[in-house]
């Protein structure tokens, strides 16, 4: 048997799993990225960490660690700091873990991670084109075509989140304004609250909370509970979500877009305007082909397959 | 040495090429495609100029007949008549032509025809990602991606002509308004010079044409001239270009974006409002990286190449 070390680094939470070739999580652990003091006690942590999930192992069955990041270059096997993470600057992860451990170190996008989980693991088993979006924090974006990870010409692609909806939009985390993660996101759909409660004057519960108070899940309840102006925030959503995917279908014409992460939680009240939109609105070709799936592994379940997978899926050039 | 008979399927003309497997064209003939009173004369036409072509060869060394055609299925074999073209319905291209020579047959979507040609024989040659973009009539694309050609799941992605730039925008020929197409192209850039004689007052010549008078090398002419009218023709088209470029870039990250086709001839006056557009507007990480190159080759050529590299350069699966 076969296992690989997945470490998932996120703003909040670093996760790490012991995934077995067959695509079990056998073992987990997770630290608090905040929790550091800095880059040293970071890496004290995560070694610590990846010594307790390998110690019962024969370190010959460990086929290496995968680590999942965002702005991470797979070619240099660095991960660029970013403002939600404790270390700044340009980080050798693959070269510092390597100098301690015996084994290969791959590394890969967040979102890439997921899209590969999803592709051996998930519903994209068996399919050669497929786009999974994971909806969070921000937009993140896998894409598989004929087969293989779009990675780009320096491991830098995918960045979907970025596509432009309104250059006079909204600001975004990238420093330009309109990029799609600014509306299609956990916080997109805040702000969209927000512009909504400037605009009409429907009363809701959502007057209730502070910007910094509200998140998602209150939007999630006031919306099941038919509430007028979350629902609103959730069409407002699919429709700038829908012309986007719409742009990308044709580019592309996958057999699937999977939805992840915390917004894909919304279900029906995201995907049923998402889907009315995209019939309405897809180059006619396309009508009523389009299947927009919510992915049945979790988010974070994804990424540790996928960045698992490098190491027991070696590309095939 | 090896041999194949390439066919590139336009409105106005069909272009035939016998193509050595150097990717010299070695031999040509050409059909005007309303010339054909139907499709039974169309193909008696077309099968004429392929026995020309072959009638000197030992048929073993002719690999087979490559096809680039708009609207085409690549996996069904087939072509969809489209309102250019004589033919209506659903034709089987393939079926037809191997009823009739003994040798393969393979289809491919021309603008995806000319993005072959440009990877084996132009330059993209060595490259494992980019996009061609033509811009002719409409505009096609092609697209690279880990050295395969992005087809799609059913042969029918590529259509980045159809990429959505105002849903309230202009008639597009599939249907809806708005599509990248109606405004980047020959065709658009004509409707850009009607909108801006509409909107402004300055004095240029291009008033002294009717629409269906206008065509693309009036405006060039006129810009080159110094014309403000057709300078800003070109500035809009290239701001809207780039837009969509920068999104596209962002998803690929390709080495090059080529272009061809008829508007590619405008050069410097397409290519620096693009270049500074996608200076100052594409996602920072990518900022003064993007490389987009006037295709070396004809786009012609790159059709008639790229569809015959199918015959000598069977995919790897």
Known sequence: MEFAVSIDIGGTFTKLGLVSKLGEILDRRQLDTQDSRDEDSYFRALFKA?????????????AGIGIGAPGCNERDGTVEGTANLIFKGVVPFRKIFQEHFPWPVRLVKDSSAAALGEFHYGGGKGMRNFILLTLGTGLGSGVVINGQLVTGQNGLASEFGHAMVDPRGRLCGCGRRGCLE??????????????????????????????????AHHIFEAARGGDAVALQAFRTTAHILGAKIADLYALVEPEAIFLSGGMSHAGDMLLQPLTEYL??????????????????LGGNEAALLGAASLLFNQPKE
């Open 182 to 215: 600014t509306y299609v996101s956990a916080t997109g759909l805040k702000r969209t609250v927000f512009q909504l409660l400037a605009e009409e004057t429907a009363a809701t519960p959502l007057r209730d909370y502070s910007f910094n108070q509200l998140d």
């Open 279 to 296: 019939d309405q609105n897809i180059l006619h070709l396309f009508r009523g082909k389009v299947k927009v799936l919510i992915s049945k």
């Open 50 to 62: 990846t010594e307790e999930l390998t110690a019962h192992l024969d370190p010959k069955t460990v």
